[in-house]
């Protein structure tokens, strides 16, 4: 009885220290009011700028990662953002070949998970082709207030995330800067796949079980004014 209780604080140990920790805990509630877009408006630059995306099995193991693209606006005033929006297109993501193993996933490729996530199943992107984020509120970030994975983080961002006609507000850090005509925003947060209701079949389903149901996003913005 001792022995299989020690397997089993064990098991949990090791579940609990594989969990990803790649991403700022993005802080959720309803959706809140669109900041309006006052001052400059920076128009993003799709070739320079990179969402990426990683999600895991159950425990943190066997990670998938991959891109999407996206496009989209941010405004300023005196090199502080007053607001933004950014269109995901989802029919774009792609999964990096390097996280998919064949030999160790039942002969699947990348292109089948890429293929598998647009469908019904979890994104169904005939039906929902596009993801969106809205900026609701921009503050100085206060380290007095928690560490950040960010290095050097400036700012406390929140926005109207919606995916799949859902929309949850996500508050995560972010390093924002200015340089001439050009703005640069970088954040990496993690959010819950279930607050949007993606999932792998019906609740219960053992499959969708075996995927964590964090996922870490990478955000590395950089955004043009050119007026």
């Not at 406390?156 to 859902?166: A, F, R, W």
């Not at 005509?181 to 279930?194: A, D, G, L, M, P």
């Amino acid at each position: 009885m001792k022995k299989q209780l020690i397997s089993g604080l064990a098991l949990i140990l090791l579940f609990a220290s594989c969990q990803n920790t790649g991403g700022d805990k993005a802080k959720t509630t309803s959706a809140q009011e669109v900041t309006e877009q006052k001052g400059q408006t920076y128009t993003v630059d799709a070739d320079k700028s990179t969402l990426k995306w990683t999600g895991y099995h159950k425990g943190g193991l066997n990670p998938r990662y991959g891109v999407l693209k996206s496009e989209g606006t941010l405004s300023a005033e005196n090199n502080a953002i007053t607001g933004g929006t950014f269109t995901i297109d989802v029919n774009s993501i792609v999964t990096d070949s390097a996280s998919v193993d064949p030999t160790t996933a039942g002969g699947k490729k990348s292109t089948d998970l890429d293929a598998h996530l647009k469908s019904a199943d979890f994104f169904d992107t005939a039906k929902y082709p596009t993801a969106k984020f809205e900026i609701t509120k921009v503050a100085p970030f206060d380290a007095s207030q928690g560490k950040s994975v960010v290095a050097d983080a400036t700012n406390t961002v929140s926005g109207n995330l919606t995916i799949k006609d859902k929309t949850v507000n996500v508050t995560f850090p972010a390093k924002i800067t200015f340089n001439g005509n050009e703005v640069t925003f970088y954040s990496k947060f993690t959010i819950q796949r279930q607050d949007w209701g993606l999932s792998y079949g019906t609740e219960g389903n053992p499959q969708d079980w075996m995927i964590a149901q964090n996922v870490d996003i990478e955000l590395n913005v950089l955004a043009n004014n050119t007026k």
